[in-house]
């Protein structure tokens, strides 16, 4: 959420009022996040966030969008994205109608490049979640994952094992030679598992596929207990399977972030919640440590390409790294070590 296109309060005050969301009041960039340009919008209306997709093209952004409007129209407290209402699509319904990739009611245009308009949700990130707040997560997620079967749009993960395999050859030249041999043999294995048919059995539909602790958001009630207000960012969403889904939120919500190492407290409370919505089914409990590894190895990817291959922002931080190296050699240490998966109580 980085600031990498500059946006005058005009241009964004034009945007908001086509989209009748009010007289803008204060444009503010955010800080943080490496992908996109992000603006909180106030309005006498209410706070929005306004994002200018840097990577991302237009025929690529109806998935994203439309895939939280979908969740939204079933309950899944997500940001619902503003639609321009001079252009009118068939309902969400007509899933013909809507997979076609033009035009997009909910995608705009800001200094020529791809825009949207969310809610900004209320509440606040928790960096210091404990079991409770994972265990709100994991149902969350379960909830999603059922919410999202019937959406009719299908867009591969772009940052899934292609990637990986085109990117490692340009991040090697920065490693040192116990890294590269890291990164070289867990891009190996993950090929292998990914040919076998159990992996190509695994339940699959669309994923958030970033949801770290940046990405939710939580309220406190009276009595102390956290309650998960929303979760947003669905730009790294696609098509793939809830397993890595799950992988992701484990290899962030439940980990020691200093040493890399899993918290086995609140990986149980994660698991429990979201088996208790949507049980794993044997080949999902089976290959969950090699998911593990495959959703460090993801980020760890990502983060030496950020990180060696800046682009020019400003208010820019990219993520250090070396954070998921120590996840994923914790996760390949205890390959074999047991992991606590609730026994199904129903059919997936």
């Known amino acids: 959420m980085a600031v990498f296109t ?73 940001p619902a994205p503003a639609a321009d209402p001079a252009i009118h699509l068939a309902p969400m319904g007509h899933a013909l109608e809507r997979a076609a990739n033009a035009p997009c009611e909910l995608l ?26 994972c265990n709100e997560l994991g149902r969350l997620l379960a909830r999603m994952h059922i919410a999202a079967r019937d959406f009719p749009r299908i867009q591969p993960n772009l940052r899934g094992l292609p990637w990986w395999n085109e990117t490692t050859p340009v991040v090697l030249p920065y490693l040192d030679a116990p890294q590269a041999a890291l990164l ?69 919500w439940a980990i020691d972030l200093p040493t890399g190492t899993p918290d086995a407290h609140r990986s149980a409370a994660l698991l429990d919640a979201y088996c208790a919505v949507r049980p794993l089914n044997p080949a999902e409990r089976k290959l969950l440590p090699a998911m593990l590894r495959a959703a460090a190895l993801r980020f760890w990817i990502s983060r030496l390409w950020d990180f060696h291959l800046p682009r020019e922002a400003s208010m820019l931080k990219p993520h250090d790294p070396t954070h998921f190296e120590r996840v994923l050699r914790q996760r390949v240490r205890q390959l074999d070590a047991p992991i606590h998966v609730r026994p199904p109580l129903q059919a997936a």
């Open 6 to 78: 500059e946006v005058a309060p005009d241009e964004a005050r034009a945007l908001l009022q086509r989209l009748d969301l009010g007289e803008l009041r204060e444009l503010r960039g955010i800080q943080g996040g490496i992908e996109n340009t992000n603006y909180f919008a106030t309005t006498d209306r209410g706070e929005y966030v306004l994002t200018l997709f840097e990577r991302l093209h237009f025929d690529q952004l109806p998935y994203y969008l439309c895939l939280m409007q979908h969740l939204a129209e079933r309950g899944i407290p997500v």
């Open 108 to 133: 705009h245009t800001v200094q020529g490049k791809p825009a949207a308009v969310v809610q900004k949700l209320a509440g606040h990130s928790e960096f210091q979640p404990t079991a409770a707040h």
């Open 184 to 252: 070289q043999s867990e891009l190996a294995y993950q090929n292998h598992v990914a040919e076998s048919s159990a992996y190509q059995a695994l339940p699959r539909g669309p994923i958030h596929a970033d949801l770290f602790r940046d990405n939710a958001m939580f309220s406190v009630d009276d009595d102390g207990n956290p309650h998960l207000t929303g979760v947003f960012d669905f730009y790294f969403a696609g098509t793939d399977t809830w397993l890595f889904d799950l992988a992701v939120c484990l290899n962030d």
